[in-house]
């Protein structure tokens, strides 16, 4: 029995073809020919049975023979906002594992301490692709550029809002047991600062804002670490 093959294609038209990323993939390294079968991502909620109905050099073509509605794993929304390390393979070590457990957008934050002021999100938005096609995802995460801290904690945004911080004089709740004790299941957004962590100030800003100060457990945490954790905590709170 053959290993079905997953590709990630947006807006899933009943026939159309692969973009190019993943064509060159279907026929230079699966060599998929007509006739073959495949799986189609929309990143919306959706898996889609296909056929190829043609594969060129450099074009491959499908036909939808029909759509598989996925339901997701978890209630609502989680949302990571981080501020990105210097060494970026380190966040996208994170992005991937954060989407392989399953988690809905990704918001890289410019703080006062932040090691790093710009990412590039296309390559970021690529490791989430294959991690969402890898772990057989419908869902495949938004991922956000750069924000300053103080726009983010100012704008709108779905459910109870958390930030994570090491500072004794400002009073924590443990992250987890407040998700569990959440029983309306509220969306999640939480906020990871960088590697010298949030300044106090910010910290008091953003409890001005309405985020809830939290913590991840009694081990200090390296940045990736901790938005691993925290997506990890709120999928398995939120989880169906």
């Not at 997953?6 to 073809?17: H, L, N, R």
């Not at 609502?76 to 060494?87: D, F, R």
């Not at 995460?141 to 004794?168: L, Q």
Request: net charge neutral; proline share 4%.
């Amino acid at each position: 029995m053959k290993e079905a093959r997953y590709f990630y294609v947006p807006g899933v038209a009943p026939s159309g073809e692969l973009p190019p990323d993943e064509a060159l993939h279907a026929i230079r390294v699966l060599r998929l020919q007509a006739g073959d079968e495949i799986f189609l991502i929309d990143g919306q909620g959706s898996f889609f049975e296909a056929e190829v109905s043609l594969a060129t050099n450099k074009r491959c073509l499908y036909t939808v023979r029909r759509a598989l509605p996925q339901q997701k794993a978890w209630h609502g929304q989680i949302h990571l906002a981080i501020a990105p390390t210097k060494m970026m393979e380190r966040m996208e070590w994170m992005a991937e594992k954060a989407t392989e457990v399953g988690f809905d957008q990704l918001t890289f934050l410019s703080c006062q301490f932040s090691e790093r002021k710009v990412i590039r999100t296309d390559r970021i938005d690529k490791i989430v692709v294959s991690a969402t096609k890898q772990s057989r995802k419908a869902w495949k995460p938004v991922v956000n550029g750069m924000c300053p801290f103080d726009e983010f904690i100012a704008a709108p945004h779905e459910g109870r809002k958390y930030i994570a911080h090491c500072y004794d004089e400002v009073a924590r709740q443990d992250f987890f047991r407040l998700l569990q004790a959440d029983e309306a299941h509220s969306a999640v957004t939480v906020l990871i600062g960088p590697e010298g962590d949030f300044s106090i100030d910010e910290v008091q800003r953003a409890l001005a804002c309405g985020f809830e100060s939290v913590s991840l457990g009694s081990s200090r945490l390296r940045t990736e670490t901790a938005g691993l954790m925290a997506v990890t905590m709120a999928h398995l709170s939120l989880r169906l």
